[in-house]
């Protein structure tokens, strides 16, 4: 038993340490922060301190995930990667704007997809050098 108990623990903490494990909560907070960004922009007022810490919580865990990346993948700091660090502090700084600038939401939300876009070309860019 223990040695089952053992084996499992060491395949978790493989899968917990893994390049896929990262990129699984890079991609799923990306989608978190983007989405409860957007639903600011739309929710009722008392709302707010919870999309704050959701968006807080998904904004932390793009970055620990981002540089679990980079050790995992030893990208090191190219170009490619000041640009992602200015967009996702772009988005996350912009997340609870949708509370106080409603009546700007079509220009905030063109410029955190403009943000979101621009990272994501940047990393396929990377990674297939095109
Ligand atoms: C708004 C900001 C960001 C967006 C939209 C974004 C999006 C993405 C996406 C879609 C991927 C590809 C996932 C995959 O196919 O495996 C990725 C990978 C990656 N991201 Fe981000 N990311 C952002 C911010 C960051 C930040 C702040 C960092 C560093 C602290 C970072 C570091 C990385 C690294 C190292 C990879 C792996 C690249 C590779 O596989 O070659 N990203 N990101």
Known sequence: ??????????????????????????????????????????????????????????SLLMFISGFGLITKLQTGFPTWIIVKLVCWLGVSALAGIGFRKRDKAGLFMAIILALIFTAVVTVYRGRFAV
Do not use: N, Q, W
Request: charged residues 10%.
């Open 1 to 58: 038993m223990t040695l089952a108990v053992a084996g499992l623990l060491r395949s978790l903490d493989a899968f917990f340490m893994s390049p896929a494990f990262y990129s699984i909560l890079h991609v799923f907070s990306l989608l978190v922060l983007t989405g409860f960004t957007f639903y600011a922009f739309a929710a009722p007022a008392e709302c707010r301190k919870k999309v704050m810490i959701i968006t807080g919580i998904a």
